[in-house]
């Protein structure tokens, strides 16, 4: 059987770390903040975000929490964004994504600082990230390194292969591996011979949203199979992209969902965070 790769273990650690920093500068007067926004009901949204403030509390993070209404109009969430884009409190301005339809994402990641845009999603950041050389990390590809470098996992000169190519995950994945010196293939619903491809990899980060879409037959024995999915199966329990039961037994190293990526994202929040602070108050 492969390594399980325990998130929630890491992501504790990581946490940990934060909190150590947090503490040092709590005791020179310096409290790091993160304003957390959410609007709409949507349920997925709703529990990610009370895990975001959660994982504030355990890392010595203020969090400030402003839940809208469905019916918010992109104007009021501008106007919102600008006062705390001036709210010294605020290190970290996190919108929840998705929004609501009346609402253009795209202006609304463009009105967030970029130096409190701890989701790094503003363009001057995911360019930032293209050149390697950046300030935030984008949250869950950062996740997946972590994980990777804690299992003793170096990407250099290995084929690395990301099915997904959406701008949160699969793109700045694809990236981060490269920066690591690994042969990067992006995979996509329209890609011909997937299973052949995906076969060919070493290290195979799955971020396509389907449920146990990657199967014994697309993974090399021996592979490192990182599953960034967060679906719900035909039970309607929570699964990855990954089929568990049948990748694992041919798996070096797999992560778990839940348990797996999920909490790295968040605790690569609460590092941008941090970071966003250190560049606010410790000039
Ligand atoms: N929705 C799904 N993933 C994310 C994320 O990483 N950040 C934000 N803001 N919204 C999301």
């Given at each position: ?146 994980i990777l470098d804690e299992y003793g996992i170096d990407p250099e000169g290995k084929h690395a292969v990301v099915i997904g190519r959406s701008n949160i995950v699969g793109k700045p994945q694809a990236l981060l591996l490269l920066h690591k010196n690994a042969t990067v293939t992006v995979c996509h619903s329209k890609t011909a011979d997937l299973a052949e491809i995906t076969r060919r990899a070493d290290i195979l980060v799955s971020a396509v949203g389907k449920a146990k879409f990657v199967k014994a037959n697309m993974v090399k024995p021996g592979a490192v199979v990182v599953d960034v ?55």
């Amino acid at each position: 059987m492969p390594t399980l790769m325990d998130g929630k273990a890491v992501s504790a650690k990581v946490r940990q770390s934060v909190l150590l920093e947090t503490e040092r500068l709590r005791e020179n007067g310096i409290v790091v903040g993160i304003a957390v926004i959410i609007v709409g009901e949507n349920p997925a949204s709703q529990i990610y975000v009370r895990n975001k403030h959660r994982a504030c509390e355990s890392c010595g993070i203020e969090s400030f929490s402003y839940e809208l209404p469905e019916e918010t109009t992109e104007q009021e969430l501008l106007e919102l964004i600008e006062k705390l884009n001036y709210d010294d409190r605020v290190d970290g301005i996190l919108v929840q994504l998705p929004l609501p339809k009346q609402i253009d994402e795209k202006k609304i990641i463009l009105a967030i600082r970029t130096d409190k845009d701890v989701d790094a999603f503003h363009p001057e950041n995911v360019g930032r990230i293209v050149s390697g050389d950046y300030r935030f990390l984008p949250c869950t590809p950062a996740g997946v390194m972590t994980i990777l470098d804690e299992y003793g996992i170096d990407p250099e000169g290995k084929h690395a292969v990301v099915i997904g190519r959406s701008n949160i995950v699969g793109k700045p994945q694809a990236l981060l591996l490269l920066h690591k010196n690994a042969t990067v293939t992006v995979c996509h619903s329209k890609t011909a011979d997937l299973a052949e491809i995906t076969r060919r990899a070493d290290i195979l980060v799955s971020a396509v949203g389907k449920a146990k879409f990657v199967k014994a037959n697309m993974v090399k024995p021996g592979a490192v199979v990182v599953d960034v999915g967060m679906n719900r199966d035909e039970k309607g329990k929570l699964c990855g992209d990954v089929d568990f039961d049948e990748v694992a037994p041919i798996a070096g190293f797999i992560t778990p969902v839940p348990g797996g990526v999920g909490p790295m994202t968040i605790a690569t929040l609460m590092q941008n965070t941090l970071t966003a602070a250190k560049l606010h108050k410790c000039k």
